[in-house]
């Protein structure tokens, strides 16, 4: 191992061993930038706490869904159609 430039570090065995897989590293990733995002827009006077709230309040099912039947060609189609 190449210990050039870390001086005294090299010397020192009492730091401890870490072992991490590939999704143990992603995710600290993953909170790594979920935390410089709240720092972002925290510091642009943004409520994190209340805009966290309602994004986890959305339904993208409820959301999307027509209130009323569309009247589309197809629609209209069927509706000839069956007469």
């Known amino acids: 191992m190449d210990t050039e430039g870390f001086g005294d570090l090299a010397a020192v065995s009492e730091l401890p061993h870490v072992?991490?897989?590939?999704?143990?590293?992603?995710?600290?990733?993953r909170d790594a930038a979920d935390v410089?995002?709240?720092?972002?827009?925290?510091?642009?006077?943004l409520d994190i706490f209340h805009i966290s709230q309602?994004?986890?309040s959305?339904?993208?099912a409820t959301t999307f869904?027509?209130?009323e039947p569309s009247k589309t060609r197809t629609y209209r189609y069927h509706?000839?159609?069956?007469s």
Request: proline content about 3%; cysteine-free.
């Open 19 to 29: 072992e991490r897989n590939l999704q143990e590293i992603q995710q600290a990733g």
């Open 36 to 45: 410089k995002a709240s720092i972002l827009l925290g510091s642009r006077g």
């Open 54 to 56: 309602r994004l986890e």
């Open 58 to 60: 959305l339904s993208a």
């Open 65 to 67: 869904e027509p209130l």
């Open 79 to 82: 509706k000839l159609a069956a």
